[in-house]
């Protein structure tokens, strides 16, 4: 399909007619992106199918990825690129009428993620997929994503995201994979044969349905997994509960990326989804091992679980409960075996911000999970006595369990073989202030992963000019290796590049400019400073203090008729979470003010406040007419 110019316009027309019931003539953008991304995903296909009969037959270790989110972004225009046939297909479609980047805009971005937690997984992928490396992940299939944002009258609305209604042509469903998931019941204790056994019954069963995503590397035959969960009900209903009841409760698992969680049902809905995610995907992760290799006993030596921030932290305790209870490992043994497999990164370094669930709501919805996190608790406490006999005080610090609460970051960092921050700076600040006493504990546990980003999408396609320059001064090699951008340095001083490169930089300012007005209807000089903020809007990331520096240039051209500075463009793209206020607010702040200063005559060609509503949905349904 992808030989050549001529055989993927062929075999793209040909399949154009045939998927879409329609003449060419009559297809539109979204017609041609399906079309394209069958394609695509046909032809890794076979790549797909090999890497996992690669990684089984070379009895690889395996690295899975758990995660809450994966901020995946349009992958059409991705794949294309790390497959290196991006510009074959762009010049077909442009002789058969077709602008690629009206195909790649029909994409939604997948609501699967939203911000530098979510993003990190998916370069993570990306960057395990490039290497060769035998690494997938695990998420969670949301429905309706985080949400929808509109704006009326300066306040943010939410609405679902429809990301997923026209399908998704990455994925494929694999019913037969499923996990059943339990939550609610109690356990039942008994001896059997001098052990203790525990069963959980009474409970409600969810069923997890795997959909699974081709992760492909760029310019490798590696093709990874990424697996989605979907919540959907169990074949056997709970006699105890309505059954519309049970279905909307179970569907509400994967519907949304993060509900509302100030008020308990909320709370009780994340708890169930990351023990959804958690249970689901050691389930799969398990019941492969022990398919390949017959028992758990040796799961350290092939698999590696990551757990992307305390979310996925409920694997710890998942993980033990398939030991114990499943395998009929000692207690030792099993705790052996979790601690070599699991390792954790932190995102957050504000103690207010580390996850807590009320053992009220924890212990019945998740009872054999809560006995076991009770456990691991009283062997640690007992383990921090030995160590500092007497220190009451930093033992209660330290607990995993204490006053009502159970403390998700105390818990992945007494079980992982590995913690890291995802700059030096917030390693440093966990190991000297936010983990300070866990860090005295095992200072060997805790390391530093800075966060990078996948520059093949955050510059080579995303900036084609800019990559060009480069390319141009240091050649192509940077591409795949990313070291190779430090031999920029030598031409820092170089007056020819630095004109190249300022002229790139007016052209893309001019591109968003127009955007901006295409989207907006307000025009921005070119010319000005672009100060651009665009993340999830939280007291703690700055847009506040952003929207005051604002206000007090505002008032200073306002007063001060002599004073002047560069023109400057404001660029804000946030959204709130539905139940935070404050939040909320501030996006109110940020619209009242861009009404002020963008209308004030007096100071709008030196001032202009924008705001860019984020929506993971656009439409383009205009028909188009081939060249004759």
């Known amino acids: 399909m992808f030989a050549d110019k001529e055989t993927f316009q062929r075999a793209f027309v040909t399949r154009v007619e045939a998927l879409c019931g329609k003449p060419f003539a009559e297809s539109t953008a979204r017609d041609h992106y399906h079309v394209l991304g069958h394609m695509v995903r046909e032809h890794i296909s076979r790549h797909w199918i090999a890497t996992n009969e690669r990684c089984r037959a070379e009895r690889r270790k395996q690295v899975y990825y758990l995660s809450i989110e994966f901020l995946l972004g349009r992958l059409l225009g991705s794949n294309l690129l790390n497959l290196g046939v991006r510009p074959m297909v762009e010049e077909g479609l442009r002789e058969l009428g077709i602008r690629l980047e009206d195909v790649e805009e029909s ?11 979510g993003r990190l997984a998916a370069c993570f992928l990306d960057s395990l997929a490039t290497l060769n490396l035998s690494g997938h992940g695990h998420g969670i299939r949301y429905k309706h994503g985080l949400f929808d944002q509109k704006i009326v009258d300066g306040y943010q609305v939410e609405l679902p995201e429809q990301w997923l209604r026209n399908g998704n042509v990455w994925e494929i469903r694999k019913e037969e994979l499923a996990v059943e998931v339990r939550f609610w019941g109690r356990v039942e204790v008994s001896e059997q044969n001098g052990r203790l056994v525990f069963r959980h019954v009474d409970s409600e069963n969810v069923m997890a349905v795997p959909y699974d995503m081709p992760v492909i590397g760029f310019g490798t035959n590696t093709v990874n997994t990424l697996r989605l969960w979907s919540a959907e009900p169990a074949k056997t209903f709970p006699l105890h509960k309505d059954v519309m009841k049970y279905k909307r409760e179970t569907e509400a698992i994967s519907e949304f990326l993060y509900p509302d969680d100030t008020h ?6 994340r708890l169930k989804q990351q023990y959804f995610l958690a249970a689901a995907s050691l389930g799969s992760i398990t019941r492969a091992h022990r398919r390949q290799h017959g028992s758990l006993r040796r799961l350290h030596e092939y698999v590696a679980i990551h757990i992307n921030d305390t979310h996925p932290a409920l694997a710890i305790p998942e993980l033990m409960r398939i030991l114990l209870d499943e395998e009929g490992m000692s207690w030792e043994e099993a705790w052996h ?18 996850e807590k669930w009320p053992i009220r709501l924890f212990q019945p919805l998740l009872p054999r999970i809560y006995m076991i996190v009770e456990e691991i608790n ?27 609460m159970v403390k998700m970051a105390h818990l992945a960092v007494v079980a992982s073989h590995s913690v890291n921050g995802v700059a030096k700076l917030h390693t440093d600040i966990l190991k000297q202030r936010e983990m300070r006493l866990f860090y005295e504990w095992a200072p060997h546990k805790f390391n530093n992963k800075t966060n990078g980003v996948t520059h093949r999408r955050w510059l080579l396609k995303a900036n084609p000019e800019l990559s060009a320059l480069i390319t141009e001064t240091i050649g192509p090699r940077w591409i795949r290796e990313p070291e190779a951008l430090i031999e920029l340095k030598s031409y820092a001083s170089d007056p020819a590049f630095q004109q190249a490169l300022a002229a790139v930089k007016q052209q893309r300012k001019a591109r968003l400019a127009a955007r901006i007005y295409e989207k907006t209807g307000i025009l921005v000089d070119e010319s000005s400073i672009f100060d651009v903020q665009v993340k999830r809007l939280h007291a703690y990331k700055r847009q506040l203090l952003n929207v005051l520096h604002i206000m007090h240039l505002y008032n200073r051209l306002k007063e001060d008729p002599y004073v002047s500075i560069h023109p400057r463009t404001f660029i804000f793209g946030a959204k709130a979470s539905p139940g935070y206020y404050y939040a909320k607010r501030i996006i109110k702040l940020i619209h009242s003010v861009a009404d002020q200063v963008n209308n004030d005559k007096r100071t709008n060609e030196q001032l202009k ?6 929506t993971a949905y ?4 205009k028909s188009f007419r081939p060249p004759m």
């Not at 406040?609 to 984020?614: G, T």
């Not at 656009?618 to 349904?621: E, G, I, M, P, Q």
């Open 378 to 404: 009283e062997r640690f406490c007992r383990e921090l006595w030995e160590r500092y006999p007497g220190d009451w005080r930093r033992i209660e610090q330290m607990a995993i369990v204490a006053h009502g």
């Open 609 to 614: 406040v924008i705001f860019w509503k984020i």
């Open 107 to 117: 994409e939604a971005d997948a609501g699967l993620g939203n911000g530098g937690l």
């Open 337 to 354: 075996i979790t601690t070599h497999t699991i390792a954790y990164t932190n995102h957050t370094t504000l103690a207010e911000a580390l």
């Open 264 to 269: 308990d049902e909320g709370k009780l809905l």
């Open 618 to 621: 656009r439409s383009r349904k």
